[in-house]
């Protein structure tokens, strides 16, 4: 028998109130189709907390599949296993290899687990970390499916249709919360792709520390970074129009991670026909559309959830987490700053919690990931 472990929740809430480790034995007979994975790393995302506390767009069913006393789910989107074993010889998967899940919503956030061989994705780790497989089909995947989907409305021709940044043509994004982990992903793909960039990020508590943002930023590829009080201060429609050469090179599309009052600033700074694309509510502040975006520059504002097209997608899925794997192999991808939590037998069901309820903190060193 496999000793597991698994963080769980039967009701929703904050974090450090609802989560338990929950310890169960699993069977060394698995049904013929299945295997038994055990975790190699698996991050704290915001959806993932958001999910806790019930307050995410998708509801996760909540089971007794492991044995808790109440039904429970496990969190936890994202992360990469390693095969420990398959429960037929000749099933595709084999014992090490790495494997990601291939459903929404699969419950990483657990040392083991033992599921269908089609619930998981087989991916080649060759020259990878456990970290760098474990984060890249949240956050690398939403900037980059953004970035080669969206782009300005190509007008009623088109059937009002959109019409992607064009890889190579040094055409402008703008895109507010840069420092996420989606955002420092947009910027390194919009560099690689031949793409420019204008990154807004929140001023940090000493001029100092600011700059040393900007520079990492600058060092990823962004081509503008300006603080958030820069870009709602009266100058910046002028420092804008510096940047875009009075209008004449459009920005075509934006990114808003942030919500408030930031994303109507970036809908400001969008050409016309530019699209906004909101796919975070960091500030959990409502968007506001000035009316005359919409009529005189007519503005698209559109929504982006990764789930939704990944469902209807498995194919380009798969297809575009290679690609993303194959950039970072070939070391044109830096990894975006984590917090490794270290999670074996002893660690203590507190440090779980702590590690869970800091995800939705602003100002980290870096993501949260657990490491197993
Ligand atoms: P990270 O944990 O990597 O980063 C969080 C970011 O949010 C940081 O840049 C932080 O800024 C910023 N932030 C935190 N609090 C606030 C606040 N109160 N006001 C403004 N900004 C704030 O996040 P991810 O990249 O993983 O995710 C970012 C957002 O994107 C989340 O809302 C997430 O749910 C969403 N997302 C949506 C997807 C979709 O399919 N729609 C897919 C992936 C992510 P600072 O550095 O200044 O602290």
Redesign the pocket.
């Known amino acids: 028998y496999t000793q597991a472990k698994a963080l769980v929740f039967s009701k929703y809430g904050e974090p450090e109130d609802v989560l338990k480790v929950h310890t169960h034995s699993i069977s060394p007979s698995i049904p013929s189709s299945s295997v038994l994975v055990r975790s190699l790393a698996a991050p704290i ?3 993932d907390i958001n999910t806790i506390q019930g307050t995410y767009g998708a509801k996760p069913a909540f089971t007794s599949l492991i044995g808790t006393s109440e039904p429970s789910v496990v969190p936890g989107n994202e992360g990469v296993f390693e095969v420990v074993s398959s429960g037929e010889p000749s099933s595709s998967l084999k014992k090490g290899d790495w494997v990601l899940p291939a459903i929404g919503q699969f419950g990483t956030w657990r040392t083991h687990a033992v599921d269908d061989a089609s619930k998981f994705i087989k991916v080649n780790k060759e020259g990878l970390t456990p970290t760098q497989v474990a984060t890249v089909s ?2 690398p995947c ?1 900037a980059y499916k953004i970035l080669r989907s969206y782009g300005p409305n190509a007008g009623p021709k088109a059937g009002l249709g959109m019409k992607p940044l064009e890889v190579g043509s040094g055409q402008w994004f703008i895109q507010n ?1 840069a ?5 420092r992903s947009a910027i390194q793909f919009g560099k690689l792709w031949g793409l420019r960039s204008i990154n807004v ?2 001023d940090r508590d000493t001029p100092e520390a600011t700059e040393a943002l900007k520079k990492e930023l600058q060092d990823l590829g962004a081509d503008v970074v300006v603080t958030e009080s820069q870009f709602l201060s009266r100058e910046w429609r002028d420092q804008l129009a510096e940047i875009t050469r009075k209008g004449r090179e459009h920005i075509g599309l934006g990114l808003n ?2 919500g408030g009052k930031s994303a109507t600033a970036i809908a400001r700074s969008l050409g016309e026909d530019g699209t906004l694309v909101s ?5 959990r502040q409502p968007v506001s559309l000035p009316v005359g975006l919409l009529i005189f520059k007519d503005i698209r504002f559109v929504g ?4 939704r097209w990944n469902e209807r997608d498995p194919q380009g899925r798969k297809h575009m987490i290679d690609d993303i794997l194959n950039i970072i192999r070939e070391g044109k991808f830096r990894d ?1 700053p984590i917090q490794e939590v270290k999670w074996d037998w002893e660690t203590e069901e507190e440090t779980l919690r702590n590690a869970v309820q800091q995800g939705l903190q ?3 060193k870096g ?1 949260g990931v657990l490491v197993f």
């Not at 420092?179 to 955002?183: H, R």
């Open positions: 995302n915001p959806a949240v956050n939403t919360g420092n996420s982990g989606v955002g990020i929140r991670c942030v796919y975070g509510g960091m500030a982006f959830w990764l789930s975006v602003g100002f980290r993501k």
